[in-house]
């Protein structure tokens, strides 16, 4: 039997069952995109039945971070930038675990850029929602790696000289299998990728749009949206990487010219970092964490390997 | 100094296998039933530039490098010359032969290679041969190779050659040899190694310096301190690694590596050190015994998720392998000087565990309790060596080794546990509890039916939600700093102390106080100095925190002076102990070395009489600071 017996348990869930008591009004203004994320994610998480013991959410810091806070699963509030190191780890020791991280614009593109890049080359088998809000939250309105150029902040009295990252081909030139951009003004739309990207076999990636109406003043920035899976305007393969890397670059500059378009960009089928490691034998096949508890298994022992030093 | 003993130098250039062949002769010395301990040099490049390893050999138990060596096989530095037209480049290429000949001790013999090195381009090797009775032997080891193999084999004539100089059998390199290679490469090693002794034996010998002879009562196996630390890991049932690589800490993670997946573990080459930190609080946050590590630069990066795991009392193990900094400073040269780093670096009040073993044996029990108290306490716990040990080969009773794997996780429960466990009403467990008393509040693991909680690197409540109420704040920071204390006890009522007494003469009124590596160079040194008739004791600390009052006050109590020796120059474990201890300033001095290489014996033995009689103990190469007051 397994240690682990709310994985893969089977029964109804109940959305409810993933709010922890305490209320995001505690940290999150109102009208923050913030709480279209958490909705959508309950949503999400119901609608595929997982048991919220069996999900691990891992956050870094910012406003987006709180997310952990406010919902009731696993969790692991973690240190700016740096989620996606500790989820994948949770994930190649319990390959069996539902690992979510998320975290901000500064978190992901800013400060874990390395990370961002290098979780989604390996494409560990987890969804990484990022919060992109334009601007750093939680320390008061600073210019984000997304801001536009030219955004004015205490920071950057005189406008930002830079470039936005481009994040959602950023993500497919460093390897994520599932990339998409939804917002929190759609919130259909965002409980269905979620749960495309939860089901996704690899790095799913989510370019998540949330407004901060406190810093970015514009409470509606994201309105209106376009769904390009709805819309024939916008028909192309999204198993095609360059298909899919000329609807991004299509995407990310009609963004500043405040045009939102949302949906499903890219997917591809190949086999996540844990099937590659265990194929190479770099892995076992059952998990890792599992081994503690059993009480039939018969450790390695490190001695074993003591003839070359006789 | 011992007289029966053989210290064999074999020099060259970084990249001429000076490295596996030293190994080999070590391994032959004790397999033959003798005592050994090596000594790596080597500069911060890949190929080329002068390099040396030493073998110290002895029937006694040998614990350093000793001072100076009686026994050179400079093999010349290929990498000096030019390998198509055969053109020396610079001046470098006698180094191998002029670079070595300080240390060589009166009597001792010089063998070196006619063919790739000239002995009239030396100044007055001749001289100085005379002068201090040394036996030179000029041999064409390339010649030799040529012949039966190919050249780079010349190292083999070496072994060979010196091997008939110094009467000893060439059985065990043949056994070597035979187990490691085969067809006609080996073929090709046993015609030089015999042509080479043959060719010596034949020859007129003037010196009188021998192998000793010894025996073990017990198979011996030759270790690092950094197999030592691997093989601690592995056998507490350390499943996951993650690291980036950095020397000297590059070693513990390839022999992770290279081992982890044969059993069932897992290994990960990261992005950088934050991620390689971070990875492993990860994998013991979903229930596996995880570790990383790395040198000073790295570890710095580590700073942040060391905190983390402080505050989500998330188990994990850092190594740490000091090298001579700061910043990349020395990248192969040992020193001392990150002590100050390793306890205090993150920010908040330092809650971690911290060791220092002094030498292979201890690096790997020391290894073993970090893992235990990491996960008992569900705390970071630190072992913190240097490159010497990192490197240096010592023989050790295999039978030391012989131990159980260990899979318990410490303080984590089982589902049954979890369901009996108290929940809050909201239904989350009660992760970070106020009450118990060693300050240990069990943990539950993802998966586990009824066991959410929130690991949160912000300050929270026994559920986990961020809070910052005060009371709420002033009980969990006691809880944790409890941890610390509980384990003070822990250790202090353990069989063994972790702190190594060295005290010949019984009861000594003199102490050396040291710490880590230099343990053994101490312990050394301190021998000779009671054959020299002072009554002295030394004392090597392993616990850097929680500090081991009871010992070192102990020991400072018993002695009328004590000096402290460590490789820094800002006497970092002196400030240590009076910061710890509060007192005994007046009676502690310090002999400090950071020129990057490790105290020899002898320079102990110079600086503790110098001190003792008053006089100035600071030598050529190491530094000293008097007793406050003084
Ligand atoms: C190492 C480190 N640097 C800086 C900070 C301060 N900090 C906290 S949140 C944040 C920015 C968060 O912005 P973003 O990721 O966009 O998230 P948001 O708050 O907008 O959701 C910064 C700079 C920190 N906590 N840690
Ligand atoms: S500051 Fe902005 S991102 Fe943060 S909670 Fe308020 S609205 Fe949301």
């Given at each position: 039997m397994s240690a682990f017996s709310a994985i893969g348990e089977e029964r109804e869930i109940d959305q409810?069952?993933?709010?922890?008591?305490?209320?995001?009004q505690a940290t999150w203004c109102p009208g923050c995109g913030d709480f279209g994320v958490l909705k959508a994610l309950k949503g999400a998480m119901a609608e595929l039945g997982k048991n919220p013991d069996e999900v691990l959410l891992v956050t870094g810091i910012g406003c987006s971070g709180k997310l952990s806070s406010y919902?009731?699963?696993?969790g692991y509030h973690s240190i700016h930038g740096r989620s996606l190191p500790v989820a994948r780890a949770a994930k190649l020791a319990n390959p069996d675990l539902e690992v979510v991280a998320a975290g901000g614009d500064g978190d992901g593109y800013g400060i874990g850029g390395n990370h961002f890049m290098h979780t989604a080359r390996e494409n560990h088998d987890m969804t990484y929602i990022v919060f992109n809000n334009?601007?750093?939250?939680?320390?008061?309105g600073q210019t984000s790696?997304?801001?536009?150029?030219?955004h004015k902040s205490k920071t950057q009295p005189h406008g930002s000289a830079k470039d936005p990252v481009r994040p959602l081909s950023m993500s497919l030139s460093a390897g994520a299998s599932y990339v998409a951009r939804t917002a929190a003004v759609n919130p259909n739309q965002a409980k269905e990728i979620i749960k495309e990207a939860v089901e996704h076999d690899g790095f799913a990636h989510i370019d998540f749009l949330t407004q901060c109406?406190?810093?970015?003043?514009?409470?509606?920035?994201?309105?209106?949206?376009?769904d390009i899976q709805q819309d024939?305007?916008?028909?192309?393969?999204?198993?095609d990487r360059r298909e899919a890397a000329d609807a991004m670059y299509d995407a990310e500059s009609r963004l500043y010219e405040g045009e939102v378009l949302t949906g499903r960009f890219y997917r591809d089928d190949r086999p996540s970092y844990s099937q590659e490691k265990q194929s190479t034998g770099?892995?076992?096949?059952?998990?890792?964490?599992e081994r503690y508890f059993d009480d039939d298994y018969e450790w390695e022992r490190?001695?074993?390997?003591?003839d070359r030093h006789r | 100094m011992t007289d029966n003993e053989l210290v064999w130098r074999i020099a060259g250039g970084?990249?001429?296998?000076i490295d596996s062949t030293s190994q080999n002769f070590a391994k032959a010395l004790m397999r033959s039933g003798l005592s050994v301990f090596t000594h790596r040099h080597y500069p911060?490049?890949?190929?080329?530039g002068h390099t040396y390893v030493e073998v110290r050999a002895s029937a006694d138990k040998v614990k350093?490098?000793?001072?100076g060596y009686n026994c050179l096989l400079a093999l010349g530095d290929?990498?000096?010359?030019?390998?198509?037209?055969e053109a020396y480049y610079?001046?470098?290429?006698?180094k191998p032969l002029s670079e070595n000949l300080d240390e060589l001790r009166e009597g001792g013999v010089i063998v070196y290679d006619e063919g790739l090195l000239d002995?009239?381009?030396?100044?007055?090797l001749d001289e100085r041969a005379e002068e201090n009775d040394w036996h030179v032997y000029p041999l064409d080891l390339r010649g030799m190779a040529r012949e039966h193999?190919?050249?780079?084999?010349r190292n083999t004539a070496g072994v060979g050659a010196t091997a008939a100089l110094l009467g000893m059998d060439t059985g065990p390199f043949e056994e070597l040899m035979e187990e490691r290679m085969g067809g006609d490469i080996l073929e090709q090693n046993l015609d030089i190694i015999q042509m080479a002794y043959d060719q010596v034996a034949e020859m007129d010998h003037s010196h009188d310096l021998r192998v000793p002879e010894g025996e073990h009562d017990e198979t011996q196996v030759l270790v690092s301190g950094s197999t030592a630390i691997a093989y601690g890991a592995l056998d507490e049932g350390c499943r996951f690694i993650a690291g980036y690589p950095m020397t000297p800490w590059t070693d513990v993670f390839t022999i992770m590596s290279q081992n982890l997946p044969a059993m069932g573990g897992i290994s990960e080459q990261v992005e950088d050190e934050i991620a390689a930190a971070a990875l492993a609080l990860g994998a013991s946050h979903a229930g596996a015994k995880a570790m990383s590590g790395s040198s000073g630069g790295g570890f710095a990066l580590m700073s942040e998720p060391l905190g983390l795991a402080e505050i989500t009392e998330t188990p994990v193990v850092l190594v740490e392998s000091m090298r001579a900094?700061?910043?990349?400073?020395?990248?192969?040269k040992p020193e001392q000087a990150d002590l100050e780093h390793v306890l205090y670096?993150?920010?908040?009040d330092s809650n971690r565990v911290v060791f220092a073993p002094g030498n292979q044996q201890e690096a790997y029990e020391q290894t073993r309790t970090a893992f235990q108290l990491a996960y008992d306490y569900q705390m970071p716990a630190i072992v913190i060596y240097d490159q010497k040990l990192s490197g240096e080969l010592q023989n050790v009773?295999?039978?030391?080794?012989?131990r159980e794997p260990n899979p318990d996780l410490g303080a984590t429960l089982t589902e049954e546990q979890v369901a009996e466990a108290e929940h809050h009403?909201?239904?989350?467990?009660?992760?970070?509890?106020?009450?118990?008393e060693n300050g240990v509040s069990p943990r539950s693991l993802p998966g586990?039916?009824?066991g959410r909680f929130l690991a949160s690197?912000?300050?929270?409540n026994p559920q986990g939600h961020i809070d910052e109420d005060p009371d709420n704040r002033i009980a969990q920071m006691n809880r944790r700093m409890r941890k610390l204390s509980s384990i003070r006890t822990e250790l202090d009522e353990?069989?063994?102390?972790n702190q190594t007494l060295h005290d010949p003469?019984?009861?000594?009124?003199y102490g050396i106080l040291t710490w880590g590596s230099s343990q053994g160079t101490v312990e050394e040194a301190v021998d000779r100095l009671n054959e020299r008739g002072h009554a002295v004791k030394s004392l090597g600390v392993s616990?850097?925190?929680?500090?081991?009052e009871a010992d070192v006050a102990g020991f400072l109590e018993s002695v009328d002076e004590c000096l402290v020796v460590e490789m820094?120059?800002?006497?970092q474990f002196r400030g240590l102990t009076q910061k710890e201890l509060g007192r005994f300033g007046e009676k502690m001095s310090s002999l400090l070395k950071y020129n990057g290489n490790p105290f020899e014996p002898a320079e102990i033995v110079e600086g503790f009489e110098a001190s003792i009689n008053g006089?100035?103990?600071?030598?050529e190469t190491t530094k000293y600071v008097p007793a406050a007051g003084d």
């Open positions: 409810n069952e993933f709010t922890p008591g305490i209320e995001p919902f009731n699963s696993y334009e601007i750093f939250g939680l320390t008061k790696p997304t801001s536009p150029k030219g109406p406190t810093w970015n003043k514009d409470a509606r920035q994201y309105v209106p949206y376009t024939d305007e916008f028909d192309f393969d999204v198993t770099e892995m076992p096949e059952t998990p890792l964490a490190s001695y074993d390997f003591m | 970084s990249g001429d296998g911060s490049r890949i190929r080329g350093s490098r000793g001072d290929s990498f000096a010359r030019n390998p198509q037209d610079g001046n470098e290429e006698v002995g009239s381009e030396v100044d007055d193999g190919r050249e780079v084999m900094g700061p910043s990349t400073g020395m990248p192969t670096t993150s920010q908040g009773p295999e039978s030391f080794f012989d009403a909201s239904g989350k467990f009660n992760r970070y509890q106020h009450d118990p586990q039916a009824d690197g912000n300050e929270h353990a069989e063994e102390s003469s019984g009861d000594a009124e616990d850097m925190m929680p500090y081991p820094n120059a800002t006497a006089g100035d103990p600071a030598g």
